[in-house]
C-alpha cells in the first residue's frame, strides 16, 4: 500500500464537512455520467500505444507539475513561481543550515500550526494517555498484527555467513543494524497506523535500536490518538509533529540544538509513504541518509479467467483506486469477464464512502485488457511491474513462475492485496511506477548494513600472492604490489 503523491504544495489538514448532505444534497446532485473504465484489446493495432500510454501515467513523475492552487500557495509562501522539485531543494537546504527555526517556519506556513521547540515532539505522557484511552480490541489487533509482522520479518533477516579457507584463514560477511531510522507516516486525509507498523516492526526484527515518527501536526497525524497508541504499544518513543519536505529534511539534517528541549538527532536511513513532497525530499537527501524508495500511486493487477469472481475481483480493482490516485489493471483472455467484472465496478462504487474519487481514479488510472492467453498476461503483467499482483486463475502459481516483476503477489481468491496492506506479515512499502523491475518491498533486510571480514593466514597470503602481484603490476600501483611482496619474499 503506497500512498499517492498530491501534486500541490499545501500540506495542511485536509477540509472536512465540505459536502452537502440529506435531501439538499440528493436535490441538487447531478445525475452521474456512465461508468467507463478503458478497454483495451491486445488484437487490436492501437493496443499497444494505450498500454505505452497507460505506463507513462504509472510512471515516477518528474515532479515539476503542480496545481494553481499549488502555484498559489507557492508564491504566498515562497514569493515566486517555482516548482515542486525547486520548492522541496530550497525547504532541505534552508533546514539544513537554519535546523529547528526553518522547521518551525514552514510548518506554519504550509501546515498552519503554531508549534514551539517544546510542542514540536509529542510528549511521552500524550502517548501513554492515548495508549490507556484506546480501544482495547484495538490494542489486541495491533498486537496480532505486530507478532505477524514480527515473525515473518525475522524468519527473512540475514545472518553472518562464514566460508572457511583450507590453509586456515576465512571469510565473513557480517550483518549488522543501523542504528536510527526515520518512519514517515502520512496524516493528511486518513490515519495510518498501518505504516507504523509495517515501517517500525520490520526494523525492529533487525535490531535498530532508536526509531523516529514524524506525521503531519494534523486530526489523522501526530494528534491522531489510535497512531499515538501505536506508536505507544510499539516502544516508539521519538514522535513529531511534521509532515511534507520538511519532515524529511529534519531527519536527514537534525534540528540543532535547544537548551530547553530535546531536539532531534539525525537519523541513518528514512523509510515510508508521503505526498509529493516527501518523495522529491527523500531523493534530495539521498546520499546524506539512505532511503528505501520514491514512491508514487498505489497500483493493481488482477489476473483472472473463467473461474474468477467477478465480484472479488471489482473489490480488488475498488481498493486500489480507492487512494485515489490509484491504478486497478484487470488482465483476462476471459472476454465476458470484462463485462461482468464492469458490472460490479458500477453496482459496489454506489456502496462506496468514497465513490466520485474512486470512479474518477477507474476512469483515468484503469485499464480492462484482453489478452489471447496465459502466456500473454505473463508477460504484459512483467511488462507493467505492478505494485501488487493479484494471480486469481486457475493453477495460478505455474502462472507466476513466469512472472518475474511484482512488488507483492497474491495467489487464489482468498488473498486480497487488504491482507497484505495490514496483517499477512511483509511490509506494505512496495515499489510503484514499474520499479519493481528493480527495487523491491520494504523488509528487515533493508535496516541491515553489512561489511566483509578477511581473516588470512600466512599460508593463505601465499597462496594468493602471485594473482595480487599481477593485477597490481597490469594497474601501475606498486604500493598494493609492496604491501604484498613485503610480506611473502
Not at 48 to 61: N, T
Not at 382 to 406: F, K, V
Request: aromatic share 6%.
Amino acid at each position: 500500500m503506497v500512498f499517492a503523491p498530491i501534486i500541490v504544495i499545501c500540506h495542511g489538514p485536509a477540509r472536512q464537512g465540505g459536502t452537502q448532505t440529506g435531501a439538499t444534497a440528493a436535490a441538487s446532485a447531478p445525475s452521474p455520467e456512465p461508468f467507463a473504465m478503458l478497454r483495451i484489446d491486445t488484437t487490436k493495432p492501437e493496443a499497444a500505444g494505450q498500454i505505452e500510454s497507460l505506463r507513462q501515467k504509472l510512471a515516477p513523475a518528474s515532479g515539476d507539475v503542480v496545481s494553481e492552487a499549488g502555484r498559489r500557495k507557492t508564491m504566498e509562501v515562497f514569493g515566486e513561481p517555482l516548482t515542486p522539485v525547486e520548492v522541496v531543494k530550497r525547504i532541505c537546504q534552508d533546514v539544513r543550515e537554519r535546523g529547528l527555526d526553518a522547521v518551525l517556519e514552514y510548518t506554519a506556513k504550509l501546515d498552519g500550526a503554531e508549534l514551539t521547540a517544546e510542542t514540536i515532539r509529542v510528549p511521552q505522557e500524550d502517548l501513554a494517555a492515548a495508549h490507556q484511552a484506546a480501544d482495547s480490541e484495538f490494542l489486541a489487533t495491533i498486537r496480532r498484527i505486530r507478532e505477524n509482522v514480527l515473525r515473518f520479518q525475522s524468519a527473512i533477516l540475514h545472518s553472518d555467513t562464514t566460508v572457511p579457507l583450507d590453509a586456515g584463514g576465512w571469510l565473513r560477511q557480517r550483518y549488522l543494524p543501523i542504528e536510527r531510522a526515520g518512519l514517515c507516516v502520512p496524516g493528511g486525509a486518513a490515519a495510518y497506523p498501518s505504516t507504523v507498523l509495517m515501517t517500525a516492526v520490520p526494523a525492529q526484527a533487525a535490531g535498530v535500536k532508536e526509531l523516529v515518527v514524524v506525521a503531519p501536526p494534523t486530526p489523522f497525524g501526530s494528534y491522531n490518538n489510535d497512531l499515538l497508541a501505536t506508536c505507544h504499544e510499539l516502544g516508539i518513543r521519538e514522535v513529531y509533529r511534521l509532515g511534507g519536505a520538511q519532515a524529511v529534511a529534519a531527519m536527514a539534517y537534525g534540528l540543532g540544538s535547544d537548551a530547553n528541549a530535546e531536539l532531534m538527532r539525525p537519523v541513518d536511513k528514512i523509510v515510508g509513504p508521503g505526498n509529493l513532497f516527501v518523495a522529491l525530499a527523500k531523493k534530495y537527501v539521498f546520499g546524506d541518509v539512505d532511503i528505501d524508495s520514491i514512491a508514487g500511486p498505489s497500483e493493481v493487477i488482477v489476473i483472472a479467467d473463467e473461474t474468477t469472481n467477478a465480484e472479488y475481483t471489482a473489490a480488488d480493482l475498488l481498493a486500489q483506486a480507492e487512494h485515489s490516485p490509484g491504478s486497478s489493471v484487470l488482465i483476462t483472455w476471459h472476454a465476458p469477464l470484462i463485462d461482468q467484472v464492469e458490472a460490479q465496478l458500477e453496482q459496489q462504487l454506489a456502496e462506496l464512502s468514497r465513490s466520485d474519487l474512486t470512479r474518477q481514479a477507474l476512469e483515468e488510472f484503469g485499464a480492462l485488457i484482453l489478452v489471447s492467453d496465459r502466456e500473454e498476461a505473463a508477460a504484459l503483467a512483467d511488462q507493467l511491474a505492478t505494485e501488487h499482483l493479484h494471480i486469481t486463475c486457475q493453477q495460478p502459481e505455474q502462472l507466476l513462475d513466469q512472472i518475474r516483476a511484482a512488488g507483492a503477489v497474491f495467489l487464489g481468491p482468498y488473498s486480497p492485496v487488504a491482507v497484505g496492506d495490514y496483517a499477512a506479515g511483509p511490509s506494505h512499502v512496495l515499489p510503484t511506477g514499474a520499479t519493481a523491475r528493480f527495487a523491491s518491498g520494504l523488509s528487515s533486510n533493508d535496516f541491515l548494513r553489512t561489511n566483509s571480514v578477511i581473516s588470512f593466514t600466512a599460508e593463505n597470503l601465499n597462496q594468493v600472492s602471485s594473482d595480487v602481484l599481477l593485477m597490481a603490476e597490469k594497474e601501475g600501483l606498486t604500493a598494493h604490489a609492496a604491501s604484498v611482496s613485503r610480506r611473502v619474499k
